[in-house]
């Protein structure tokens, strides 16, 4: 009986101290004090994209940025608007873009401006516009066997998005299966297993990358279906460097 608390204790210790190593955030090292960003926010409504939006843009708002909110793609070409933010976060998942929003959208992009989003807020958008997925890097294909428990394997622990962190299980959210770009730099991947699809068993899949397009900064995390997604601490953790990483130019 003694041994068996012995063994709980340690256990609580060493789960504590992994989770305590996984939720110590960056945020005292980000400051995005006079940044301009602008959050995009719409589409199915199954991503429950206004709660995303609102999450993001009252952290942004407490580092310091200038943030905002439009739930219309209209915003894209407003050239005035897009030429003074700095970074732009979409949670917009199918639905379709005009020419000149999308032209507005990657022509800021090419210019310098940071683009980050999760899941199919950037990562399944306008399907029919391949200029779009180009500047992403990745589509969304499918999700086997829909929410399921799944694991996340930090692939690059020398970048400083997933710095310190630590593969993890993610539970009751969709693993994303994406057509991805050889261009996108990968930080973490997951490992499809024989459950739903058995042909697909053991590919390794990018889960969170870097690229650039031209000069903007793209940052994408595929996990997010659920709001809560991000209540995990590794993925808010790497969605907020991400952020920190794409609007300050890219940089490493
Ligand atoms: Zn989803």
């Known amino acids: ?8 204790l340690l256990f609580f210790i060493c789960f504590s101290s992994i989770m305590i190593g996984q939720s110590k955030n960056t945020d005292e090292a980000i400051s995005l004090a006079n940044k301009n960003i602008l959050v995009v926010w ?17 952290w942004a708002k407490q580092m310091g940025a200038h943030v905002i909110v439009s739930d219309s793609l209209g915003v894209y070409s407003n050239k005035d608007l897009m030429d003074k933010q700095d ?10 873009i005009s020419k000149e929003q999308s032209e507005g959208l990657i022509e800021a992009v090419k210019k310098g401006t940071g683009l980050v989003g999760c899941h199919g807020g950037i990562g399944d958008s306008f399907r029919n ?8 890097g990745g589509q969304w294909v499918t999700h086997p ?17 997933t710095e310190g962190l630590q593969d993890f299980e993610i539970q009751n959210t969709e693993q994303y299966y994406m057509h991805v770009d050889p261009n996108v730099r990968v930080l973490a991947t997951t490992t499809f297993n024989a459950d739903h ?3 697909i068993e053991g590919n390794s899949m990018p889960v969170v990358w870097k690229k650039h397009h031209d000069k903007g900064p793209v940052f994408y995390i595929s996990i997010g279906h659920n709001p809560e997604d991000f209540d995990h601490p590794a993925v808010w953790t790497m969605l907020t460097r991400g952020i920190d990483w794409a609007i300050t130019g890219g940089k490493d």
Do not use: C, R
Request: no cysteine.
């Open 42 to 58: 719409g589409g199915w409504d199954g991503h429950q994209p206004e709660v995303f939006a609102k999450k993001i843009s009252k």
């Open 87 to 96: 970074l732009i976060i979409q949670y917009w998942t199918m639905g379709e």
């Open 1 to 8: 009986m003694k041994t068996q608390k012995l063994m709980s």
């Open 145 to 161: 066997g829909g929410k399921i428990n799944y694991t996340v394997q930090i692939s690059n622990t020398g970048d400083p998005v």
């Open 129 to 136: 516009n391949t200029d779009y997925q180009y500047m992403v």
């Open 197 to 199: 699809d058995a042909w």
